[in-house]
């Protein structure tokens, strides 16, 4: 056998896992008489594990902001996180690292760059002309809460409102304050005795850049010259102001106030406002205030050359609207629309034709943040529709209860569950283009497809494209419609097993090739489902019933006999009647008045219209026994070539033949054992009266006590597991009563040490850690399929490991995987002509039976992973030839067996946050890292890796987070990755008119270096705030040299860390660049490098 270099495999590995692997390989040195050896090509320096995209709607935003020349969007969170959105397939996630909430995000318009304001006072300056964004400047107010900011268009001093009512004033460019200050008693009038309450406006005059608008909480509002160090005019209100906005003229503003008011000022009569609306204020008749209304949060006044003015605002519903959803009021001109949201709104922005503030405004659409959704409406189309979202904003449109992700399935897939999408889409969408149409995208390297299938909450399943690290929505299967739904809860039938979400997906399991889908969900039932392209109309919904039974003392059986195998054949062509009375009580209820023989849900007995897409092939349902619910499901697996599904819980086993509608198996854990179970348990069942020769005797398709239980918690599988103690010990007698179906794996190999060629079987592995082996004699293909049975029988054959099994897999005697058989998918509800029948007889049964090419002496190795160790199992000796202790301390979540650089390894998550992959057969580390502790059970449920190096989990409710643990695709990442920055004019500033330049009209504007800079206002006080130079200089360098940029942002880098003047570095940035260019690929890995520093991060 080779010898492994242990002290390379060992580099950069934590020390418990270095004890674990140098043990191991010594153990395999020792173990000798190896089978032939497999030349395995993976080593360590194949591997590296770095994030690669975040997808999916930005849980608890909190802030927004859009530039409109640039077309692209900010959202802030409160946790800390930023997603920026360009044109669909362009997005980005960067992360701020003290986690404190955004509450306000300013774009500098057309400069690649946006500054964030933070929960903790922090202000942020991000470059966005790198493809990972980073910051550049950070400054930390130490005496004062940031509550407002506002960045005039084209100026590069920030002003920053704070809690005490006054007003600093930051220069973006080198991150420092001003020492020119707004103090609020200078603003307010002297007058008055009480503290006018936080800033929670500043903008400029639109046509005077010296006249600074402040708005304070209480409702007083200032207009201060800068120039004069005074207040022009002060306006009182006696109600709490929460927003402002000017028109373009500069002689008119709006403020919308917490009774549900606006008030429109004329900028020179401060004593009381030009005119008071109340949007949702009832009109009482006699001449009296309407009454007041909930708060209007946030007003918008936008004008337009050809007509009324557009005012938009949020809130205001009076107060006896109660139950109504959140409103989003447009009033233009005399008509008013009241625009329902789902959720609450969070902000709004309206988007207008230019970004300069003093020209008419010509808005076009507004973007509405919602708590858990993106809208967009149209403004210029009649009845306001909304835009179609291309984001794939819909992952938690009901919760996500489980995902799976298959990377490189066949080409085929892709295309036809988006034919049968397209179908489902929505009507009355807006006819224009999605206005956030910024951003290029990057280069594809990876060809091939990926697909993400998530379980929803509702019994809901999506079907995601997710190649080339986007993700699009591809087609949506409602698994709920089989049932019959109750209408209010007083209808619901008290059989339920959980409180709510009935329907809820537990268990995804699904064969590419043949496009057969099947589910478990919550309510102890399976789905199983066939693709068709055809519509379809099903008279009966065929159906299962399953009586799973364990410890039952009080069940009379005659003799618990089985059904003989001759009454059997035929049942398959009427399904429904297939309820075969094995046990005497078939009523819904047992002579003592328990509930016994139920499903928890109830199926459709009407003709159920299947359209194109997925297509009930049958509902299999667990019911109740004796008062006992059904127990849940812990796993499940489908297979095309042989027409089984087979799924296990804390109770037993159920195999269904879906081809004749048949149950073929049934039994209790402890009864897959037979004779050779190691606890020496007693099933306590008076119905288990089998010879104990070798576990299943003789158990063929007549076995049918057909109706299995199983409960279900809301939880899903892997909370079961979880939950469970870690100790391996089984001396626990509830451990030992309620040992659960963990995996199962059908396969061709051999089922014995005296095979001489593989067969079909099934391989089981329950939660103690034995694997056991059943032996499925199949009929010929064809007609004969349909009407000989299934013959199911034990092997005797029983494995052991450390911890629950996980996942199984099978490699042939050159290492390859050995994939469980399929069929290739056809069209069901087209009928067959000869030839192709003929082709079917020959097609079907060589996908299982063994190749005639497979030599005797030929053998295969079974790769089985568990909790705590994997080991590798050489047959059909069955001796162990490979073992690597995983972990002593902790236990793997999720173990897949993975192709990589067209070799296989096994990749493993375990519960303390580590992530190991292990080469095979010989079982080699090749990676361990630290990526994120297991923070809640919505990391443990979805967690998943698949071929080509891909990895995913649900980071919040409603994200996706994707890794690679591949290094090829770290090193492509930075080509992958979209570019948010594109190189584009400002557009012209609005023509001031002869008349105007003439007379003084017009913009008039100011010189704000001379009034802010230091020469004019001196240095701001050191205490104030502290500056933090931010770690994105060099690497926006290097973003830039590197990144597929356009020759003019190359020569238009903006931002660097010294802070020299915004768009005007074209000379040192030549000669940075030059340098840039030929290390770019150390910087690279700085990146890289500093990147995983942050994986603890999300």
Request: one cysteine or more; glycine letters at 6%; a neutral charge.
């Amino acid at each position: 056998m080779r010898k492994f270099n242990i002290r390379k495999v060992l580099d950069g590995l934590t020390a418990v896992s270095a004890v674990a692997s140098a043990s191991s390989a010594a153990q395999q040195q020792q173990a000798g008489n190896r089978e032939t050896e497999i030349q395995e090509t993976l080593q360590s320096e194949h591997f590296q594990l770095c994030k690669t995209v975040r997808h999916g709607f930005p849980y608890q935003p909190s802030a927004l902001a859009f530039d409109p020349v640039q077309k692209i969007l900010a959202i802030g969170t409160q946790s800390g996180a930023l997603r920026l959105f360009g044109r669909p397939g362009v997005e980005c996630y960067c992360q701020h690292d003290s986690g404190a909430a955004v509450i306000q995000l300013q774009f500098l318009i057309n400069e690649g760059a946006l500054v964030s304001a933070l929960a903790d006072d922090t202000l942020h300056l991000w470059n966005l002309r790198q493809k990972r964004p980073a910051i550049l400047h950070s400054l930390k107010f130490n005496r004062e809460r940031i509550t407002f900011c506002h960045l005039p268009f084209q100026s590069k001093w920030l002003y920053v409102g704070t809690e005490r009512g006054n007003i600093h004033i930051v220069n973006v460019e080198s991150f420092t304050l001003s020492g020119y200050v707004i103090m609020w008693n200078k603003a307010i009038e002297l007058s008055s005795k009480s503290h006018p309450g936080p800033i929670v406006h500043i903008s400029d005059n639109p046509m005077d850049e010296g006249k600074l608008l402040i708005g304070f909480e209480s409702g007083t509002v200032v207009l201060w010259d800068l120039k004069s160090k005074k207040a022009d005019y002060r306006y009182t209100h006696d109600e709490a102001i929460h927003s402002v906005a000017w028109h373009h003229e500069g002689k008119q503003f709006i403020c919308s106030h917490s009774d549900g008011t606006l008030t429109i000022w004329n900028v020179k009569s401060p004593t009381k406002p030009f005119q008071t609306i109340t949007p949702h204020g009832k009109q009482l008749k006699d001449g009296k205030k309407p009454e007041p209304c909930k708060p209007i949060l946030k007003v918008e006044y936008k004008t337009t050359r050809a007509g009324e003015p557009f005012i938009i605002l949020s809130g205001g519903l009076s107060y006896d609207t109660v139950g109504r959803r959140p409103c989003l009021t447009v009033m233009h001109g005399k008509s008013t629309a009241v625009l329902e949201m789902d959720y609450s709104i969070v902000d709004f922005l309206t988007l207008c034709e230019t970004p300069y503030p003093n020209d008419f405004q010509e808005p076009y659409a507004v973007v509405v943040l919602l708590e858990k959704d993106l809208v967009l409406i149209d403004l210029a189309q009649n009845g306001y529709p909304i835009f179609e979202n291309p984001y794939p904003l819909t992952i938690h449109e009901s919760p996500v209860t489980c995902c799976e992700y298959f990377a490189d399935c066949p080409v085929d897939l892709i295309p036809a569950l988006y034919s049968v999408g397209a179908r489902q889409k929505r009507q009355g969408y807006s006819k224009k283009e999605w206005p956030i149409s910024g951003g290029n995208w990057g280069l594809i390297t990876q060809s091939y497809p990926e697909i993400i299938i998530t379980g929803h909450a509702d019994g809901s399943i999506k079907f995601w494209d997710a190649s080339a690290i986007t993700l699009q929505v591809l087609y949506k299967l409602k698994t709920a419609k089989v049932f019959e739904k109750s209408r209010n809860k007083d209808d619901r039938p008290n059989t339920d097993i959980v409180d709510e979400d009935p329907y809820a997906i537990q268990i995804i399991s699904w064969c590419p090739e043949s496009r057969m889908l099947c589910i478990a969900g919550v309510s102890a039932h399976v789905i199983i489902y066939r693709f068709s392209k055809q519509e379809v109309t099903t008279e009966v919904i065929p159906m299962l019933e399953v009586r799973l039974l364990y410890e039952i003392n009080d069940i009379e059986t005659p003799d618990g006999e089985q059904v003989p195998p001759s009454s059997t054949p035929g049942t398959g062509s009427n399904p429904q009647s297939i309820v075969p009375q094995s046990h005497p009580s078939t009523s819904s209820s047992s002579s003592d008045g328990l509930r016994d023989n139920v499903p928890c849900l109830k199926v459709k007995n009407s003709p159920l219209k299947q359209s194109p897409g997925y297509q009930t092939e049958l509902v299999i349902q667990l019911v109740w026994v004796s008062g006992e619910p059904p127990q849940q499901i812990t796993s499940l697996a489908v297979n095309s070539a042989y027409g089984l599904v087979v799924f296990g819980n804390c109770n037993g086993i159920a195999m269904v033949d879906y081809l004749q509608k048949t149950v073929l198996l049934n039994l209790g854990t402890i009864e897959l054992y037979g004779s050779n179970d190691p606890y020496r348990r007693e099933p306590r069942s008076p119905r288990k009266t089998r010879q104990p020769s070798g576990g299943l005797c003789d158990i063929n398709e007549g076995t049918v006590v057909p109706e299995d239980r199983c409960k279900s918690p809301t939880s899903d599988v892997k909370d079961n597991s979880f939950s469970r103690s870690r100790s391996s010990s089984v001396t626990s007698i509830d451990k030992e009563s309620r040992e659960a179906i963990s995996a199962l794996h059908f396969c061709e190999t051999f089922t014995r040490k005296a095979d001489t060629s593989p067969s079909p079987c099934l391989w089981v592995g329950t939660t103690l850690g034995t694997v056991l082996v059943i032996v499925l004699n199949l009929p010929p293909g064809g007609e004969q399929r349909l009407l000989q049975p299934v013959i199911v029988s034990p092997s005797g054959t029983i494995l052991r490991l450390k911890g629950a099994i996980l996942r199984m897999a099978f490699l042939d005697t050159t290492g390859s995987l050995v994939p469980p058989a399929h069929e290739p998918w056809r069209e069901y509800n087209v009928p067959e002509d000869k030839d192709e029948k003929e082709k079917a007889k020959k097609r079907r049964p060589v996908s299982v039976s063994p190749s005639s090419s497979q030599e005797i002496s030929e053998n295969q190795y079974a790769v089985i992973c568990s909790e705590k160790q994997a080991k590798v199992i050489s047959l059909p000796s069955q001796n162990c030839t490979y073992k690597q202790n995983i972990t002593e301390t902790s236990f793997v979540l999720r173990g897949d067996i993975v192709s990589l650089s067209n070799s296989i390894c096994l990749a493993c998550f375990c519960a303390n946050g580590h992530i190991m992959t292990f080469s095979l057969p010989s079982l080699r580390p090749l990676l361990d890292v630290y990526y994120l502790p297991l923070t809640n059970m919505r990391i443990a449920r979805t967690f998943c890796f698949t071929n080509n190096g891909q990895a995913l989990y649900l980071v919040s409710p409603t994200e996706i987070q994707r890794l690679t643990y591949s290094q090829e695709t770290c090193e492509n990442l930075q080509e992958m990755l979209g570019e948010l920055f594109t190189p584009v004019e400002t557009p012209e500033a609005p023509n001031r008119g002869f008349f105007k330049g003439l007379f003084g009209g017009g913009a008039q504007s100011l010189d704000r270096e001379e009034l802010f800079g230091e020469s004019a206002s001196g240095k701001a006080s050191r205490s104030l705030a502290q500056h933090i130079p931010g770690p994105g200089g060099i690497e926006g360098v290097k973003g830039a040299a590197s990144g597929v940029v356009g020759e003019l942002a190359r020569a238009r880098l903006a931002l660097d860390e010294r802070g020299q003047k915004l768009g005007e570095l074209e000379e040192k940035t030549a000669a940075m660049l030059y340098s840039a260019d030929s290390f770019s690929k150390h910087a690279h890995e700085m990146m890289l490098k500093y990147k995983d520093k942050k994986w603890y991060q999300f």
